[in-house]
């Protein structure tokens, strides 16, 4: 009996999806635990780019069965466009996905809440992806949500008035003066509860408990990072779930003593979307380029990501709080062409050195340490073996696991599926 976990070690967008799209022929389940549509999973095969926000990574394949978990929150307005869009490929959603009965529904409402929020904080704003995330998860510790289940309950519209209600009054509070159609919102809103309600609704620890009994293989896919993550991460710069391995027990129900191999996925670079500290930004021709040659645009928002050098300090921090056991390095391709490449592996803070993530990581707190090493210059987008690799990539990874102290299995050298190599 096992559950493996795979998650983002920094700010998110690290290529969870590519991964686990990668890895589910050798899994009998694919199962989200936290996040929603705030996500943007990119999976390229055969030619075609496919983003998901809130179905597993596991869609794609023929025999998995993918599986929302309780931790997830679901807006069904965007589920409803998911599922259309799978349509488009035949793929069978109807067997293939569950949905916990225990998961949380964005209600427009939340997206509103959102919008009105981020407009009254002006310049200390989250940069949040509008998507209702925060709002969804104050209404389930507020323990006021309405969930999955509920849907299967003739009172449900009435709860749903009286949240909604509420909200407006929040709204209201906000004076944030945002036009809104509630009405119009409403009708999309049912419209798409109606096809939701088509799925199959599941209790799904139990599930998941009898599926470990079976022997079969489960992954946990995580969404964000764990930069991210509402306690270990940035704060208040961060997301509202646990991104981190935690996250994964109480978001599938899944005990920590069934978890087995975690998955840690991390760029050779580092990149930001929002706002909120970020070391070894860069602001010079080196981080546009990484930019550009790296496509950092947002696939939920679209909005350009943030770049800078690989930060060890906080990669560390991420590796320990997880307990990672196999590190995934994505976007090595990216790197190549630059004569140098840096790598933090301390900060200097209130006048020391220090090589931990402090409480208080604000720019104007943290000047970052740098070792310098040799780049190349060899594209490696079309390279199928490690074999292959130049003497600096080598030299790159090597310096990674000696500093991080855990092995790095995969390297991903292009989008496409094909191109991840296996160490
Ligand atoms: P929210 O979760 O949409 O409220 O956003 C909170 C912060 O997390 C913002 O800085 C977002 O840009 C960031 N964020 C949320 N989801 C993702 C993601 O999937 N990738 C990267 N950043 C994200």
């Not at 070894?280 to 380029?289: R, W, Y």
Request: with cysteine; aromatic share 10%.
């Amino acid at each position: 009996m096992a559950v493996n976990l795979l998650l983002g070690l920094q700010w998110g967008d690290e290529g969870k999806g590519k991964i686990v799209d990668v890895l589910t022929k050798d899994y009998d389940i694919i199962a989200r635990f936290q996040g929603g549509p705030n996500a943007g999973h990119t999976l390229e095969f055969d030619g075609i780019k496919h983003v998901l926000h809130t179905i597993p990574s596991g869609i794609f394949h023929p025999n998995a069965i993918n599986l929302v978990g309780n931790g997830v929150v679901i807006d069904p307005v965007i589920f409803k466009r998911e599922l259309e869009n799978l349509e488009k490929y035949n793929v069978d959603y109807k067997t293939k996905l569950l949905i916990s009965r225990k998961a949380h529904l964005i209600l427009p409402t939340h997206r509103i809440l959102d919008a009105a929020s981020e407009a009254s904080k002006g310049k200390a704003k989250i940069g949040s992806t509008l998507k209702g995330i925060g709002p969804t998860y104050m209404d389930k510790t507020g323990r006021n949500g309405i969930r999955v289940g509920d849907l299967e309950l003739n009172d449900w519209k009435e709860r749903y008035r009286n949240l909604a209600d509420k909200h407006e009054a929040m709204i209201d509070f906000y004076d944030a003066k945002i036009e809104y159609n509630l009405k119009e919102l409403e009708d999309e809103f049912f419209a798409a509860v109606e096809m939701l309600k088509s799925l199959t609704f599941i209790d799904s620890e139990e599930y998941l408990y009898r599926a470990q009994k079976d022997g079969k293989k489960i992954l946990a896919e995580g969404a964000q990072g764990s930069l991210l993550d509402i306690d270990f991460g940035t704060y208040p710069f961060v997301t509202s779930s646990n991104t981190t391995a935690a996250g994964a027990c109480t978001g599938l129900g899944v005990a920590p003593n069934q978890i087995k191999e975690v998955f840690g996925i991390f760029k050779a670079y580092t990149t930001r979307v929002g706002s909120g500290p970020f070391p070894t930004e860069l602001f010079d021709e080196v981080g546009e380029t990484m930019g550009r040659v790296g496509h950092e645009f947002g696939a939920t928002t679209g909005r350009r990501r943030r770049c800078g050098w690989l930060d060890l300090v906080a990669l560390k921090y991420a590796v320990q709080v997880n307990g990672v056991t196999q590190l995934m390095m994505m976007k090595g391709d990216v790197l190549s062409g630059f004569k140098k490449l840096k790598v933090c592996t301390g900060y200097e803070y209130q006048g020391q050195t220090i090589n931990h993530l402090p409480y208080n990581i604000e720019p104007e707190n943290i000047t970052p340490i740098y070792t310098e090493m040799k780049g190349w210059k060899e594209d490696l987008t079309k390279m199928t073996d490690s074999s292959q690799f130049p003497k600096e990539l080598n030299d790159y990874i090597a310096f990674l696991e000696k500093e991080l102290e855990t092995p790095i299995t995969i390297v991903s050298v292009g989008p496409d599926r094909k191109q991840t190599i296996h160490r």
